[in-house]
């Protein structure tokens, strides 16, 4: 039986890229009835009726899945963030970062529209995110084009999915990239909101030129914890590990605990202060999910 991969689909009807042909599928009714979603980057089996239409067979055991955006089997994921237009949300981006680090998807994150802002600010960024908490950090500009020759060889031969907010440019990427897709829709950040407007409306999976695919996806503002409790959430923190074993308690939750490395760290200047606060805000969000 044929196998594909689903690249982009449109009120149950999905694209499954096989063998280099893109082919209209509809899922089997079981999926319908397991409620199984089946959705961007899935390989399916599929089977072809003579008329050219497939019907999904069968979802293959996905590697990983993010909730948001919805998409399975990414090798990383390109976590576009703005000082401006729209402002800087680091509790967001943090949030963002939590939710890629318990998907297992490696973060490669993105600082869009440096043209905008000064370089002491885009230094600070850097600093911060890339050097002190350790993630990959490429300072871009979508919209002028510095940046993309870093970025390119980041991608060959890897399946990459865009997140962030509305209105932070992922779309103007794609374009920068690939400039022949002029069916990929770029929208306005509005004057009064300073927000995007929610223009891409489905993630879609885009073969690059280079090889690898790159996954365009609608911006989001709502993302909820799931399956994280509060002894887990310190792992999606991957700069506390260094100071971790100089807490006092293994259990410490760095919170209030006596003797804790990571409060030593921040406090040092090694941590940021922002990141241990947003970890402390979603703490208490986690803690507050189990308590009913
Ligand atoms: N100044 C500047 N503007 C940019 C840059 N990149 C994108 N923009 C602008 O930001 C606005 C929003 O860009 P989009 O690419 O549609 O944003 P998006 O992230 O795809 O938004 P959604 O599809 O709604 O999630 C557009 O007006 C872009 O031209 C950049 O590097 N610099
Ligand atoms: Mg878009
Ligand atoms: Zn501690």
Redesign the pocket.
Known sequence: MPVGKVIRSHSNIYYVLVDGHEVECRPRGKFRLDRLQVRAGDEVEVTLAPDGEGRIEEVLPRRNCLERPPVANVDQCLV?FTLV?PDADYLFLDRVLVHVEQAGVEPLILL?????VAEEDVNAFVRAYRDLVGYRVLP?????GTGLDELRPHLVGRTSV?A??????????VRALEPHREDV?????SAKSRK?????RHVELIPLTGGGLLA????FTYLEFQDIDKWTLRDYFPEFAPYQSECRYADCLHRAEPECGVWDAVEAGAIPESRHQNYLVFLEEVEAMKRW
């Open positions: 576009v237009e869009n529209k440096i043209d905008l871009i500009s979508a919209r002028e865009l962030g907010h509305s209105g932070v440019g992922k779309s103007h990427l829709r770029v929208g306005a950040v995007g407007r929610h223009t891409t365009d996806a609608p911006g």
